[in-house]
Each structure stands twice: as structure tokens, then as C-alpha cells.
């Protein structure tokens, strides 16, 4: 599974909007308003990297009020479960 966080500008006017029509858009499993330069960002989760690029270049970037976008693809998730695992050092908590 490729996951991507996807920053997103849009028309100020447009941002609830925007994010509900991205929410529905197959391959985004979350979208979230936020503060800062960015309006929304989006949670892609995709097979391949092919899907990803239809998701978000074919699909996303043309939502109507989005004027920009910056994709960030992600390596590797590390969660709290596996932070403690990585540091362990063999004792039973």
C-alpha cells in the first residue's frame, strides 16, 4: 500500500466544498481542514503508484476551487506501538 499526504490549496470561498468532493474521490481515505499555508490536506492510500497519480493528477487537482497542490509520498509509518518495540530492549513491560 503507497500512502501519500497530499497539501492542498484552494479558493477560500470553495474549502468545505472542495473537501467534501475530494472526500469522495476513490483512493483518498481522509481529508482534513488546517491552518497554515496550506487549506486542506488529503490522505491518499493506493495500490500502485499508478493509481496514485490518477487519484491526484487526474481526479484531485481538478476538483473545482483547488488551485494548488504539493504530494509528499510516505516511506515508512512508525506508530507508537512500533516506537516502543524499536526501543525495547527485551523486557517484558
Known amino acids: 500500500m503507497i500512502t501519500a499526504f497530499v497539501l492542498i490549496q484552494t479558493d477560500s470561498a470553495r474549502i468545505p466544498e472542495c473537501a467534501e468532493e475530494i472526500s469522495e474521490i476513490e483512493g483518498i481515505s481522509e481529508v482534513y481542514s488546517v491552518t497554515g499555508e496550506w487549506d486542506l490536506i488529503a ?34 509509518a512508525y506508530s507508537k506501538h512500533d516506537l516502543d518495540a524499536a526501543f525495547s530492549l527485551g523486557f517484558d513491560s
Open 43 to 76: 490522505i491518499a492510500r493506493v495500490r500502485r503508484h499508478e493509481d496514485l497519480a490518477d487519484t491526484i493528477a487526474n481526479r484531485l487537482s481538478k476538483v473545482q476551487g483547488v488551485i494548488g497542490t504539493t504530494t509528499q509520498i510516505a516511506f515508512r
